[in-house]
């Protein structure tokens, strides 16, 4: 998440209004994080 939001600043993207790109990269965080929370919560 701290990358993300490096990544959005460098491009001079404002935090409170974050452009496609930024919005596509989140939504692929969200979804590897979800992914490794399912696998961890299926081998417990």
């Known amino acids: 998440m701290t990358l993300l939001l490096t990544w959005q600043a460098l491009r001079g993207q ?3 209004a974050p ?3 930024t ?3 989140f939504a692929g965080l969200a979804a590897v ?3 490794g929370a399912a696998f961890v919560a299926g081998r417990a």
């Open 23 to 25: 919005l596509g990269a």
């Open 33 to 35: 994080a979800a992914n």
């Open 19 to 21: 452009d496609r790109l």
């Open 14 to 16: 404002p935090l409170i």
